[in-house]
Nanobody
Framework: QVQLVESGGGLVQAGGSLRLSCAAS????????MGWFRQAPGKDREFVAA????????RYADSVKGRFTISRDNAKNTVYLQMNSLKPEDTAVYYC???????????????WGRGTQVNVSS
């Protein structure tokens, strides 16, 4: 069972930046595709970004392309989400997910962390 702990959320003004981190307690971190989802109040959880185990492949939701960057440090068992040019509509709880031997997609995901709250004020 993978344990995931997200951090880095907070309150930021529109146009600002935040970097989220997700630390994974797992032996073979590089074997896991990792991803970020988010859930705004009253809405379904939605896919944000994903990265392959090696870090060579990334995918993004259209709504965040060009503003968010996903990356990973396999030596630290950590995946990051750099969020720039934040908008009020990015306000949500952001969740990290890990899927063994697979790329995370909007319909393929695994264990979840507890999430970290991001609030973007206008």
């Amino acid at each position: 069972q993978v344990q995931l702990v997200e951090s880095g959320g907070g309150l930021v003004q529109a146009g600002g930046s935040l970097r989220l981190s997700c630390a994974a307690s797992v032996r073979t971190f590089s074997s896991y595709g990792m991803g970020w989802f988010r859930q705004a109040p009253g809405k379904d959880r939605e896919f944000v970004a994903a990265i392959s185990g090696s870090g060579s492949t990334t995918r993004y939701a259209d709504s965040v392309k060009g503003r968010f960057t996903i990356s990973r440090d396999n030596a630290k068992n950590t995946v990051y989400l750099q969020m720039n040019s934040l908008k009020p509509e990015d306000t949500a709880v952001y969740y990290c997910t890990a899927k063994p031997y697979s790329m995370v997609t909007s319909t393929i995901y695994g264990s979840w962390g507890r999430g970290t709250q991001v609030n973007v004020s206008s």
